[in-house]
């Protein structure tokens, strides 16, 4: 079976995370694929082709990328890399207190360009990217035409 973590699990955005993958055949070639739909439904991508080690095991963070999105050793190179499927859209988050942005993390057999609705990943697990830690406060700022938010930490 294989088992794909991200760990931790739940983080800030700004913060580094560690994506695994577990339980591949040695050698395997696999396409590791993050999505995410933002605010606006806009889906944003990135993909990355991996050989897993002796182990059945892949690390981006120790194994380069053979090619996708990036190539070489990008231990965050899938949530740096995430292009939107709509040209010219751009990824922005409006409510950063209220809820993250869902990562949803696939790992597919072979190389994989597209991925066709009915193709059922290998392993998947989601990461939660959050904008504001808890206990942050935010302020809004209104004064003359100046208008923005101060965020106070815990």
Excluded: N
């Excluded at 090619?67 to 499927?85: A, E, I, K, N, R």
């Excluded at 990824?91 to 190389?111: C, N, Y």
């Excluded at 209104?142 to 965020?151: P, Y």
């Amino acid at each position: 079976m294989v088992e794909v973590t991200v760990t931790p699990q739940s983080s800030l955005a700004d913060r580094p995370v560690q994506v695994r993958v577990r339980g591949l055949s040695p050698s395997q070639l696999v396409t590791l694929r993050a999505w995410l739909k933002d605010e606006h439904g806009e889906c944003f991508q990135s993909r990355a082709f991996f050989r897993a080690d002796g182990s059945g095991e892949v690390d981006p963070g120790s194994h380069a990328a053979l090619g996708g999105s990036y190539s070489g050793v990008w231990p965050m190179g899938l949530f740096w890399f995430l292009q939107p499927d709509t040209l010219f859209r751009r990824l922005v988050k409006r409510d950063v207190a209220g809820s993250p942005f869902l990562v949803r993390l696939e790992v597919f057999d072979g190389l994989r360009l597209g991925t066709e609705p009915q193709e059922q990943p290998l392993g998947w697990c989601e990461a939660e990217r959050w904008y504001v830690g808890p206990g942050v406060q935010r302020v809004p700022i209104r004064e003359g035409r100046v208008r923005g938010a101060l965020f106070l930490p815990p």
